[in-house]
């Protein structure tokens, strides 16, 4: 359970799902190392606020029918909590059910068994491996679509948007306790409601 005083000091501020889906369209294509190519325009009224549902739909195409209606089902209240929530939390992080995650994780699906998993027999080919390759040279937009859903009846997360990026996270500031710089923060939803694609 958590901390109530802990968690309302480290609470930055409640936000929509418009506003979620917006860092989560940024993440896909603001990335200067790993974003899609030709969204120039895009991702200039996603950064100026000035975005319709049409550029959403655009920036998320390989999304919006499969995730994004089950999330909405939640209810979710969503808040941004800020890098050092999340690194507190790590042991609580759940990947989504499919077979990739279920192989990486030996199939107990913790993000920490995957971080461990690639930092023992890394896999070159795999995101992870260049993200960490490329950390340092990572700004915030690569991390701004980092997503995730806090079961509250059994305090548990799962990651919706971002594995690859919070494993790359987990080997620089546990793994190899180096500081991170940047001003991150990530978009969480709170809810009772069991996500569909949860491994739990």
């Not at 941004?80 to 499919?98: A, G, Q, R, V």
């Not at 001003?183 to 949860?198: D, M, T, Y």
Request: hydrophobic fraction near 40%; glycine fraction near 4%; aromatic fraction near 16%.
């Amino acid at each position: 359970m958590l901390n109530k005083y802990y968690f309302e000091m480290l609470v930055k501020k409640e936000i929509d799902f418009k506003e979620v889906l917006r860092r989560w369209a940024i993440g896909e294509v603001g990335s200067k190392e790993f974003g899609f190519a030709g969204f120039e325009e895009e991702r200039k009224k996603l950064k100026s606020n000035q975005f319709t549902e049409i550029d959403l739909k655009k920036c998320l195409y390989g999304r919006w029918p499969y995730y994004i209606p089950s999330i909405i089902q939640l209810n979710a209240l969503w808040f941004l909590e800020p890098i050092e929530f999340i690194i507190n939390e790590y042991s609580k992080f759940y990947t989504m059910n499919n077979n990739g995650w279920k192989q990486k994780t030996n199939g107990t699906y913790k993000l920490i068994d995957a971080a461990l998993k690639s930092m023992h027999y890394p896999d070159q080919n795999s995101r992870e491996f260049q993200i960490i390759k490329n950390f340092t040279s990572l700004d915030a937009d690569d991390f701004t679509g980092i997503t995730l859903i806090y079961n509250k009846k059994i305090n548990k997360y799962t990651i919706v948007e971002g594995h690859a990026r919070l494993i790359a996270i987990y080997n620089h500031s546990i793994i190899n306790k180096r500081k991170i710089s940047l001003p991150l923060e990530f978009a969480i939803g709170f809810s009772n409601v069991e996500w569909c694609f949860s491994p739990f």
